[in-house]
């Protein structure tokens, strides 16, 4: 089956080198958009610069490469669409579904992360200020590819969450939903960590009148200890000369086929096999998967 129409994309965020859990995700995105002969965009999540590892934007692009992960037009980073995130948020703040918060954390304490509205109706200066999104009083769900049905109720388990930080900076949930519908993006593979963000983004979409994408999760690559791999959890970036058997080893993850022969291969050469047989239903539909077990 192919569609031309699909636009799939993955999107890292340059804290550190790509890990096995980062090629997991990527790879997954990667073969679901090549096994239909669509497009696979990459876009650099740059908006948080004080997270961002020096040399780590240049790491990711090379070890892609190294890998065979082509894409396909030119890397978009976040960086260069601040206009539009403060073009939205403007709007939505004049109608009044948006609204400055002056919290601090400590004020925020005992509330298991989810916002009382302690600013909601103050009507704050968006100076000095994060900037918060009125979610309703209603539950939004999604079927995931792989993950199944999902649901959530904004009021009672997010509250109302931020679009914009008190230091200036644009919050995930606004600028993904934007970059998203900005590059026409028709299906998202991603980790199923960002599972529970879904929802906030399914009502981003509603409020703004965007399209709703296909999305599929799949499961976090963990530690023994449970702990997800993570950019500073191990630094070593993915080295070149074992790319082969690490797309091996990412495949098992995802429950596709393979053969140890390939192991000796090009890279080029085992993703083209593996996007032949694709199958996004043999993915395990769990949250996690050892690390220890992909060998």
Not at 38 to 63: F, H, V
Request: glycine share 8%; charged share 20%.
């Amino acid at each position: 089956m192919t569609d031309s129409r699909y636009i799939g994309r993955f999107a890292p965020t340059p804290s550190g080198f790509l890990h096995l859990g980062s090629l997991v995700a990527a790879l997954a995105s990667w073969l679901d958009a090549r096994a239909v002969g669509g497009q696979w965009l990459l876009r650099m999540e740059d908006i948080d610069p004080p997270r961002e590892a020096p040399g780590a934007q240049k790491a990711i692009l090379d070890t892609l490469e190294s890998y065979g992960l082509e894409w396909d037009g030119e890397v978009v980073y976040q960086h260069d669409r601040h206009g539009a995130y403060a073009e939205v948020i403007d709007r939505l703040f004049r109608q009044g579904l948006a609204y400055a918060c002056t919290c601090s954390r400590k004020q925020l304490e005992g509330y298991n992360g989810i916002y009382p509205g302690l600013c909601r109706n103050l009507g704050h200066a968006q100076e000095d200020a994060a900037i918060r999104i009125r979610v309703p009083e209603l539950t939004y769900s999604f079927n995931d590819r792989v993950q199944g049905h999902f649901q959530q109720h904004l009021g009672k388990e997010v509250g109302d969450f931020v679009i914009r930080r008190r230091d200036g900076l644009y919050a995930y949930q606004l600028a993904v939903v934007l970059d998203d519908a900005w590059q026409g993006v028709t299906d998202i593979v991603r980790g199923a960590d960002l599972l529970d963000n879904t929802p906030r983004q399914l009502y981003l979409q509603e409020l703004l009148g965007l399209s709703q994408p296909r999305y599929l999760h799949v499961p976090l690559i963990v530690q023994p200890d449970g702990h997800k791999l993570g950019k500073s959890y191990r630094s070593a970036p993915l080295p070149a000369e074992q790319a082969a058997p690490l797309i091996l080893r990412a495949l098992r993850a995802l429950g596709q086929p393979t053969d140890a022969a390939m192991a000796a291969a090009r890279p080029a050469e085992v993703l083209a096999h593996a996007a032949r047989h694709w199958n996004a239903q043999a993915i395990p539909r769990s949250l996690a998967l050892a690390e220890a077990e992909l060998h």
